[in-house]
């Protein structure tokens, strides 16, 4: 039996909300709206509408916009690791392992929703120092950290070297990905980053 999805502004016959609490509701509609249109054009009022939710909730659970926009950028960071990892944990040969982040990059690239880092477009207007600028610090911390780790594991003189250049790549190709719509640019970072790695050896 076909089962109705709800909208996050949507209600049950009972008035009741779809089973999600107030904070999943304003999450998924902030992602929903953020994505398709920008961090910066949607406004509080708009996400509370999409969500169904009182305005209230949203300050008290976030504080402010840009409390949300932070759990927004949370939420893309672990689905980001997560993917990584699920990616990196399906090889045991240090090198596979390392070329393996830009596999699960060119997965993402051909995802039809795919546009672009969310860190670049949420960090191109905020204000230097805030929640936003840290939150996007602390994801290339980690992506950078995970490249040195593998990097080290594969044998490179200078992993710390290495990692940055691989970064580079990496941000690249997510910024090419997106703007010439090419997914198979995937294809070019990953063989970018195999020579860095052949030379670092």
Do not use: W
């Amino acid at each position: 039996m076909a089962t109705r999805t709800l909208r996050p502004n949507q209600t049950t016959r009972h008035g009741a909300a779809d089973g999600r609490s107030a904070r999943e509701r304003l999450l998924a509609s902030a992602t929903e709206l953020f994505d398709a249109q920008g961090v910066q054009t949607v406004g509080i009022d708009r996400i509370i509408e999409h969500a169904g939710v009182a305005k209230a909730s949203l300050y008290n659970l976030f504080g402010n916009k840009e409390g949300l926009v932070r759990a927004y950028l949370a939420a893309r960071h672990d689905g980001t690791t997560a993917r990584l990892m699920a990616a990196i944990e399906r090889h045991r040969s240090p090198r596979k392992r390392l070329l393996a982040v830009f596999e699960a990059q060119g997965e993402l690239f051909r995802a039809r929703d795919f546009r672009g880092c969310a860190f670049v477009a949420a960090t191109a207007e905020a204000p230097r120092g805030g929640l936003i600028e840290r939150a996007a610090d602390d994801y290339r911390s980690q992506i950078r950290a995970l490249f040195t780790e593998l990097a080290e594991q594969a044998g490179a003189s200078d992993p710390r070297k290495l990692a940055r250049q691989l970064q580079v790549i990496y941000d690249g190709a997510g910024l090419a990905a997106r703007m010439d719509r090419d997914p198979s640019i995937a294809t070019t970072a990953r063989a970018a980053a195999e020579t860095l790695l052949d030379a670092s050896l």
